[in-house]
């Protein structure tokens, strides 16, 4: 046994005898069996567990798929106890996380009937498994018309409860399940936390938060003519890979967050079942990134991926924050979020004729240019009336005026309805510093437009010096071909990787602000219980939206190449991936309106018809992620609790940054000084024409030397991969880091057709 997994092991049994001196209450922990060591007297492991380990009443999940072990209502005393026996590798305890809340195809070079849509009968082979808050099944985006014969290797089910018949199952969404039992058990203690209100949910896979709906509709939604909301974004709203089948796995409760255990248990059912495709819009609710063998996102995907099957995650919604991005294990593909070229305008004009510019998606009654006294609540310098929040706005003052509200703290669309409440007739809602000019359009209750925060800063002091000033606020609907598109979104979660530097993270960016897509019927378009609006398809943004895009561009990738890994399906995807936006300029960062860098949209962003024929990938095997684990120092009792197998590490130590990775990370120590560099290894795999030539083109970071060793790949029919080397240099008095502590270059090998490109990143840090 290494020593790091012994102090593992002793370190989560200080951990327990810590909490237990603190506490005797029950809590469910998740337990890492090796199950090679079941003793045979017992027919299955659930007897083994039931009889050596715990109750039967208290276990909730028992995992043998993509993880070997149970979950179980333990004291603190009972757990520590628990981690003694030989068999057993690890325990932790069960933790919440949260979700990462019709033109996007045509955005990413989707045009129909040519290139990838029509080579690869849409997808139609192909089953995504979406984990989120279930499936309106009764969306048009979700009919089964002409929709062949359901795959003959799906093995999974269509799960009945509450207003979910065996009926709601069909061609188009061959399965669905529901996992509640974490759930259940945190609302057992105390009722604290968790618990699923019955009032407000269904006991089932139908969808009362319209979240899931919303991402399985993006990933694979079938063609639904005249689509909008309310009015606005109308036209086709079609997924990405529209014939695409669906397996529901609700993992998430409306207003309650999804549990580790219900997370891993789906995992263990998807992969059974038979899905080719992971969605999971879900990430850690801290925004602060558990250590992979800790982490069920991490652990059920790596038992995924090893078996073939590709998993899309969201980057989060922390940014523009650096280091906020999360799903950072290098078997996961992490998305984060740009914006698309249609908007939702919106002014607000003061009475000195001057225009702000803003977006809305409000739907009611407009204000048709007549002119309201303008209230800055904030002004008195009371926080909870700055931000509008419940029962912070007096009536006298408020009624019949435009009121501004800042955002933070509360839902953009709960501050409206405050102001409504007070008798507002309209609202300005401005953005604070740390979100800059990033502004989302919401489907407001009453008259209101967002502003970046300059606007709201100038329409403050205006109403300071001239405390008679009115506004109108004049919504100018839908505008489609925006220019620049795509920007990176202001909320997407940033590099670096907070766990591993030298893994480049987010992977790429996909369309993320503003996606039109299908709705559940239980809730209003702004979710707001007092919301009594139903809409058949909703308008909504974050890193939730793009990562579905993914899973749909993986699934006809998978469609058009059965035989590709999902390492080689995302290096497709990345070293295909755009640098520019629709003016043709370099992608810009919308929260600072300078260009963005890797840190921002890793290797660019989704353009999937160059996917469809990359070239060259990057592949990876199971052992190159064992290597991985290795060379971050794992021992091989913490490798075997994500690898479920026992693994040997190389005698010499492999470095990190030598995973086969599409992106390149180079980390220099930040004290040294004179000149240092470092040799990365990669190795190329031809899937294009047999006798390719590819040569390599560098574009240097400023101050760095890369050079490649050999400068050209000449492959056949019999060498389909090779290897090649590059050194990095930098001398330390020349190097002068950007904002976000790094520069940047790239590394392309071009065959005259194909651009086969990987981002450079180089920086200089404390090493983690």
Request: charged content about 20%.
């Amino acid at each position: 046994m290494g020593s790091q997994s012994l102090h593992l092991q002793l370190f989560l049994l200080l951990l327990l005898v810590a909490q237990l001196s603190a506490d005797q209450t029950a809590r469910t922990y998740i337990v890492r069996v090796d199950s090679s060591s079941k003793p045979s007297v017992f027919p299955t492991h659930f007897h083994w567990y039931t009889a050596e380990f715990t109750e039967p009443a208290t276990i909730l999940h028992v995992y043998d798929t993509v993880f070997h072990g149970f979950s179980a209502v333990l004291t603190p005393f009972q757990a520590s106890s628990v981690l003694k026996h030989p068999s057993i590798l690890a325990a932790f305890e069960d933790r919440r996380r949260e979700l990462h809340t019709t033109r996007s195809p045509q955005f990413l070079g989707l045009r129909n009937q040519r290139g990838l849509w029509s080579e690869s009968d849409y997808g139609s082979d192909v089953i995504i498994g979406v984990f989120d808050t279930g499936i309106w099944p009764e969306r048009r985006s979700f009919s089964d018309l002409n929709l062949g014969p359901v795959p003959k290797r799906w093995r999974g089910t269509c799960q009945t409860g509450v207003r979910f018949s065996a009926r709601n199952c069909n061609r188009k969404i061959v399965g669905a399940r529901y996992f509640d039992k974490g759930h259940q058990a945190a609302s057992g203690f105390g009722g604290i936390i968790g618990g699923i209100n019955e009032t407000i949910e269904f006991r089932s896979p139908r969808d009362a938060d319209g979240h899931g709906t919303h991402t399985a509709s993006t990933a694979a939604g079938r063609y639904a003519f005249k689509a909008s909301m309310e009015g606005y974004a109308a036209g086709i709203a079609k997924g990405v890979a529209p014939k695409a089948r669906l397996a529901v796995y609700k993992v998430c409760w409306k207003n309650a967050g999804c549990f580790d255990s219900d997370i891993l248990a789906a995992f263990d059912s998807a992969v059974n079942d038979g899905v080719d495709v992971i969605s999971i819009s879900i990430g850690g609710g801290e925004g602060i990134s558990s250590p992979y063998y800790l982490d069920p996102i991490a652990i059920g995907a790596y038992g995924a991926v090893s078996r073939g099957i590709f998993v899309s995650s969201s980057a989060g919604n922390d940014g523009p924050n650096g280091m906020s991005v999360t799903n950072l294990a290098p078997w996961l593909t992490t998305v984060g979020a740009g914006t698309i070229d249609r908007d939702f305008p919106a002014d607000v004009i003061l009475s000195n004729g001057r225009k702000f510019p803003g977006v809305s998606l409000y739907s009611g009654e407009p204000l048709n240019g007549k002119m309201h006294p303008l209230i800055y609540p904030g002004k008195t310098g009371v926080l909870s009336a700055s931000l509008c929040m419940e029962n912070s706005l007096d009536p006298n003052e408020v009624r019949g005026k435009i009121v501004i509200c800042d955002r933070g703290s509360s839902p953009r669309v709960a501050k409206g309805l405050v102001v409504k409440k007070a008798g507002g007739v309209g609202m300005i809602l401005a953005n604070g510093v740390s979100n800059g000019e990033g502004l989302v359009g919401d489907a407001h209750l009453i008259p209101a437009c967002a502003v970046g925060s300059a606007e709201g800063d100038e329409i403050k002091s205006y109403l300071a010096s001239n405390p008679a000033a009115t506004a109108t606020i004049n919504f100018r609907g839908t505008v489609i071909g925006i220019k620049p598109a795509p920007v990176v979104a202001s909320f997407s979660a940033r590099g670096p990787n907070g766990l591993n530097p030298e893994i480049l993270k987010p992977d790429l960016i996909a369309p993320g602000v503003n996606i039109l897509a299908a709705w559940t019927d239980a809730v209003g378009p702004t979710g707001l219980d007092s919301d009594t609006r139903r809409s058949e398809f909703n308008i909504l943004s974050g890193t939730s939206m793009a990562c579905p895009h993914v899973s749909g561009a993986a699934a006809l990738l998978k469609s058009a190449h059965p035989d590709w890994s999902p390492a080689a399906i995302r290096s497709a995807i990345m070293t295909t991936a755009s640098l520019t936006d629709n003016s043709f300029d370099p992608m810009m960062d919308e929260s600072s309106k300078k260009r963005a860098t890797p840190y921002d949209f890793g290797a660019g962003h989704l353009n999937l018809d160059l996917a469809m024929d990359p070239g060259m990938v990057y592949d990876l095997s199971n052992n190159d992620y064992v290597n991985f684990l290795c060379a971050i120092e794992y021992g091989p009792k913490t490798i075997q609790v994500i690898t479920r197998s026992p693994v040997n590490c190389p005698m010499k130590k492999p470095m990190p940054e030598n995973l086969n990775y599409p992106s390149i990370a180079a980390l220099f120590p930040s004290g040294e000084s004179g000149v240092s560099s470092k040799t990365f290894f990669r190795m190329v795999t031809n899937v294009g024409e047999a006798n390719a030539v590819y040569r390599v083109k560098v574009e240097q970071p400023k101050g760095v030397m890369v050079s490649v060793k050999p400068g050209k790949l000449v492959f056949s029919e019999k060498l389909r991969k090779q290897g090649y080397y590059v050194t990095i240099t930098i001398d330390s008095k020349n190097l002068v880091l950007d904002d976000s502590g790094a520069v940047y270059g790239a590394l392309s090998w071009m065959d005259g057709k194909h651009v086969v490109r990987s981002p450079i990143v180089v920086t200089q840090m404390e090493p983690l």
